[in-house]
Nanobody, 115 residues
Framework: QVHVVESGGGLVQPGGSLRLSCAAS????????MGWYRQPPGKQRELVAR???????NYADSVKDRFTISRDNAKNTVYLQMNSLKPEDTAVYYC?????????WGQGTQVTVSS
């Protein structure tokens, strides 16, 4: 079963970019649904983007054309490239791995967009 750890969060100015990484161990991620979720302050966790085992991708409407999810099976890592960041993108970002009834969450990484 896969274990995931996020990295790459930080403080960035509006309009800036960040790339989050989700490193997996314990199993290959190629067959898993891998996703990025976020939890803004005082709000519920929400889907940002996910990539299925077959390669299809879904994005939340709020991040389409700004964020890109990708998967490197050789490195067992999933990435979230975030461009044109807005203050409303401020949140704790979580990596998620799912396969059947199995679900694994990372500990989260803080992204703060502020001038």
């Amino acid at each position: 079963q896969v274990h995931v750890v996020e990295s790459g969060g930080g403080l960035v100015q509006p309009g800036g970019s960040l790339r989050l990484s989700c490193a997996a161990s314990g199993s290959t991620i190629s067959i898993y649904e891998m996703g990025w979720y976020r939890q803004p302050p005082g709000k519920q966790r929400e889907l940002v983007a996910r990539i299925m085992g077959g390669g299809s991708i879904n994005y939340a409407d709020s991040v389409k054309d700004r964020f890109t999810i990708s998967r490197d099976n050789a490195k067992n890592t999933v990435y979230l490239q975030m461009n044109s960041l807005k203050p409303e993108d401020t949140a704790v970002y979580y990596c998620h791995a799912g396969l059947g009834n199995f679900v694994s969450w990372g500990q989260g990484t803080q992204v703060t967009v502020s001038s």
